[in-house]
């Protein structure tokens, strides 16, 4: 694959009116949010709840890809097809992360930093044998008045941009994902100052290293308010905001900026990337979507784990995900939600 392959999965990834299903939740983090609605959590378990997502009828209308987890990508459905196969049947691209998660920054109180770097070369290709075309990997960064440091968002910048350039020299789309996490009381004005710090940082690392800014995406935060502050800002606010932060610090080579949705509701999540996409303002990048809990979170409700609610789960879905779709075109609107979901 030539550098302009990597741009047309790019650029495919953020068709328009599509986004991306984050479903890379680690086995550890999947069994707390299932054991939490009382359902257990097996190997088993965890393909049910992915296949639910994957084989809802006509999804590929509004998915262009869906990131899995290690465990996921090696899985088969009930019927026997690889999972990365039965997306790719569907013309969804199969996706991988790769990280293997933040863990504590020494010299670094309360930060971390995303580990994952050794043998990356040799599992990119090993996944890309699989079928996956796009890698994630998300760094955090933690925000409160002293926080970030400078150490924290340079050493992260450095390893995104480290896991970008081996994704692009092994075919493999990388979607850069530095997390400004939404915990704490900072006002949305502290948001987009670490943010813009980051962002900036982030660029500088991905130019350092040579990365193809048209072969990635930037999988950022949007300019929101903490989540404990007092004031929350407004859906305009946060789009006026998001946008100018991006603005700011992203290059337009970029083709497309897919949102995390960080612990915003499904409903919030939805509101403000269309209220981005509506905003009147120069946006030379495709605006989308990569959300893990706020496509996800609905259906997990109306499935429960049973055979029996798949129909309606899977109805649900569709339903979410199609608000997100409408609103990755600016056109969603609140009495969406109350529209019967049926494909
Ligand atoms: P959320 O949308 O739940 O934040 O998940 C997206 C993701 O991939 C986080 O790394």
């Known amino acids: 694959m030539t550098i302009t392959d990597l741009e047309s999965t790019a650029q495919a990834l953020v068709a328009s009116g599509k986004g991306i299903l984050a479903a890379d939740e680690t086995p550890g983090t999947l069994t707390r949010r299932l054991e939490a609605l009382k359902i257990e959590s097996t190997p088993n378990s965890r393909r049910a709840y992915r296949e639910m997502f994957f084989t809802t009828p006509g999804i590929a209308e509004f998915i262009s890809g869906v990131i899995m987890q290690d465990e996921t990508i090696r899985q088969k459905s009930s019927k026997g097809t690889a999972l990365a196969d039965l997306?790719?049947?569907?013309?969804?691209?199969?996706?991988?992360?790769?990280?293997?998660?933040?863990?504590?920054?020494?010299?670094?109180?309360?930060?971390n930093i995303t580990e994952g770097l050794d043998g990356l070369r040799e599992r990119l290709k090993e996944?890309?044998?699989?079928?996956?075309?796009?890698?994630?990997?998300?760094a955090v960064i933690a925000v409160?008045?002293?926080?970030?440091?400078?150490?924290?968002?340079?050493?992260?910048?450095?390893?995104?941009?480290?896991?970008?350039?081996?994704?692009?020299?092994?075919?493999?789309?990388?979607?850069?994902?530095?997390?400004?996490?939404?915990?704490?009381?900072?006002?949305?004005?502290r948001c987009e100052e670490v943010t813009g710090q980051v962002l900036h940082a982030v660029f500088g690392a991905l130019f350092d290293q040579k990365v193809s800014l048209e072969g990635m995406l930037l999988k950022p935060n949007m300019i929101i308010s903490g989540m404990k502050c007092a004031r929350q800002a407004s859906v305009e606010?946060?789009?006026?905001?998001?946008?100018?932060?991006?603005?700011?610090?992203?290059?337009?080579?970029?083709?497309?900026?897919?949102?995390?949705?960080?612990?915003?509701?499904?409903?919030?999540?939805?509101?403000?990337?269309?209220?981005?996409?509506?905003?009147?303002?120069?946006?030379?990048?495709?605006?989308?979507?990569?959300?893990g809990r706020a496509l996800q979170d609905e259906a997990l409700k109306a499935w429960l784990g049973k055979n029996e609610n798949l129909p309606r789960a899977q109805e649900v879905f569709y339903?979410?995900?199609?608000?997100?779709?409408?609103?990755?075109?600016g056109k969603y609107t609140e009495e969406m939600e109350g529209q019967p979901a049926a494909a």
């Open 144 to 189: 409160s008045e002293s926080l970030p440091s400078a150490t924290c968002v340079n050493v992260n910048a450095h390893a995104l941009a480290r896991y970008a350039v081996l994704c692009q020299e092994q075919d493999v789309v990388p979607i850069v994902e530095p997390e400004v996490l939404m915990d704490g009381s900072h006002a949305i004005e």
């Open 87 to 111: 997306l790719a049947q569907q013309g969804i691209i199969p996706g991988i992360k790769v990280d293997n998660g933040a863990k504590l920054l020494a010299g670094s109180p309360g930060e």
């Open 237 to 291: 606010e946060v789009a006026l905001a998001t946008v100018r932060c991006l603005s700011r610090h992203v290059p337009a080579a970029v083709p497309g900026i897919v949102f995390l949705s960080g612990g915003q509701s499904h409903v919030a999540a939805t509101a403000h990337l269309s209220a981005i996409n509506r905003l009147d303002a120069p946006k030379p990048w495709k605006l989308s979507f990569s959300y």
């Open 127 to 138: 996944y890309h044998e699989i079928g996956a075309r796009f890698a994630k990997w998300r």
């Open 319 to 329: 339903h979410r995900a199609k608000c997100d779709s409408a609103a990755a075109l």
